[in-house]
């Protein structure tokens, strides 16, 4: 079955700095991978995904980029703001089978 | 457009006690997953269902866990002689499963504590 490892567990920015998030999967026929945010006490929300006929999908602040061939997808956040403090989840899809990362704990400091 | 429901979403059970857990899926869903969370840790599959059949559930313990998803009526997930191990948040979501990519959507979660 598939996979998927999550780099860091936690991490700590400094508002305005970028964060980067790293996900791998194992198995080649996965073709949707998914991020999810997790406020404390509240549900994942999805915030973006890409699917694997493209590389890099951006949606304001945030972006994700696809390596098929090396098998991992990162999050990137750029100028973080405190709103952005979370959980968050990758996940990577092959039909309908979801295998998700253990999740990275982002702070942004004021 | 509603989102994915869930229901209670704080249940206490004493332990000995069953407990039952809905979903309701977003409209025009027919694929239910439920996860549980346990505190400051990842979203563990459990259950995989679409209507009125269990697609797969690897994920859940043989004994005291089932699940189904009737023709009519939310998903339930049922904890029968409940222990303190099983509090936890469970979260289901839902999907469309009629294209080879399927968003997945999260319901608020019920949170089980055991006493």
């Known amino acids: 079955g598939e996979n998927v490892e999550q780099h860091p567990s936690t991490l700590s920015v400094q508002e305005g700095d970028s964060a980067v998030i790293k996900c791998t999967y194992s198995?080649?026929?996965?073709?949707?991978f998914p991020w999810y945010k997790q406020e404390l006490g509240k549900r994942p929300q999805l915030i973006i995904d890409i699917r694997s006929n493209v590389g890099e999908k951006k949606d304001q602040r945030i972006a994700v980029t696809l390596n098929k061939t090396a098998k991992h997808f990162s999050l990137h956040i750029t100028e973080t703001q405190p709103e952005d403090s979370a959980v968050y989840f990758c996940a990577a899809n092959h039909g309908n089978q979801f295998y998700f990362g253990t999740g990275t704990s982002l702070t942004v400091i004021p | 457009n509603a989102g994915v429901m869930q229901n209670p979403r704080h249940l206490v059970r004493r332990r000995g006690q069953e407990a039952r857990l809905r979903c309701s899926p977003m409209?025009?869903?027919?694929?239910v997953y439920w996860y549980r969370q346990l505190p400051e840790e990842g979203l563990k599959f459990m259950v995989y269902?679409?209507?009125?059949?269990?697609?797969?559930e690897s994920g859940m313990p043989k004994e005291r866990f089932s699940a189904e998803f009737p023709k009519e009526g939310p998903s339930i997930l049922r904890i029968q002689q409940v222990v303190r191990g099983d509090s936890a948040a469970y979260f289901c979501a839902s999907s469309p499963g009629d294209s080879s990519y399927n968003e997945q959507f999260f319901g608020p979660g019920t949170r089980l504590t055991v006493l």
């Open positions: 269902l679409q209507k009125e059949n269990i697609i797969d």
């Open positions: 198995d080649s026929a996965s073709n949707y």
């Open positions: 409209k025009g869903h027919s694929h």
